[in-house]
């Protein structure tokens, strides 16, 4: 099945510093990618949505300047916390969804969302 | 507002006892449902889906699911459940084919005791 991996799986940084945390889809490519954030024993809650080649779409909510997302591939996104502080510690986990029209078997035909194995973030 | 939601926050259920997990959902349309499993520190993993068809899915690690319209509901369930099902359980959906934002239930919890 199609395979979304994410890395770093987990970080550590000092306060003031940027990560970036990378997804990509290993054998299929997606031209939409979702960033989501996940606190403790809460559910997933959506970030925003990546699109290969243009701007994301930000959730209400959601600092687009701290939280900066780039898709330049069909099979990379990136989510970049600038300046970081302990209050971003948390787990973000992308997920990807095929192109139109690819094979059932990867859930083409419903949309079906792949995710990442998430990545924990832990700023001092 | 279209959602998902999951009455239950925690169930403690015995090894080899059976389950269910509620999951109501608010759209106006049929739905495209899905169920996802999350070990803790990992990502999701699907466990089904229902987009149409036949309102009974079976999916992965012998996980079924149900559809029922009239209920608004699409509940999870195992016969006998593992100590390896010991997991967060997530259901979610989105109203539209092509409208990928999911939408997520709160969770459920799932504790297996011997």
């Known amino acids: 099945g199609a395979v979304v991996s994410q890395h770093p799986s987990w970080v550590i940084c000092k306060s003031g510093t940027s990560v970036k945390i990378e997804c990509r889809s290993l054998?299929?490519?997606?031209?939409?990618m979702f960033w989501y954030r996940q606190f403790p024993k809460q559910s997933l809650m959506l970030m925003a949505t990546s699109n290969e080649g243009s701007k994301a779409t930000y959730e209400q909510g959601v600092e687009k300047d701290k939280f900066l997302i780039n898709h330049a591939s069909l099979t990379l996104s990136t989510l970049t916390v600038t300046s970081a502080h302990p209050e971003d510690s948390s787990f973000y986990i992308c997920?990807?969804?095929?192109?139109?029209?690819?094979?059932?078997?990867?859930?083409?035909?419903?949309?079906?969302?792949?995710f990442g194995e998430g990545s924990r973030l832990t700023v001092l | 507002a279209q959602s998902v939601t999951q009455p239950d926050i925690h169930i403690t259920v015995s090894e080899g006892a059976s389950l269910e997990l509620r999951c109501n959902y608010s759209y106006g349309a049929t739905p495209y449902l899905f169920w996802y499993v999350q070990s803790p520190g990992q990502g999701l993993q699907l466990l089904l889906k229902?987009?149409?068809?036949?309102?009974l899915v079976q999916g992965i690690k012998g996980f079924e699911a149900e559809f029922k319209r009239s209920q608004s509901s699409f509940n999870l369930r195992k016969p006998s459940v593992h100590w390896s099902d010991a997991a967060e359980y997530f259901c979610?959906?989105?109203?539209?084919?092509?409208?990928?934002?999911?939408?997520f239930g709160t969770g459920t919890r799932l504790t297996i005791i011997p």
């Open positions: 997920s990807a969804t095929l192109n139109r029209g690819s094979a059932s078997e990867y859930g083409g035909e419903t949309g079906e969302l792949f």
């Open positions: 054998d299929f490519q997606a031209t939409t």
């Open positions: 229902y987009f149409s068809g036949d309102t």
């Open positions: 979610a959906g989105w109203a539209n084919f092509g409208n990928e934002k999911l939408t």
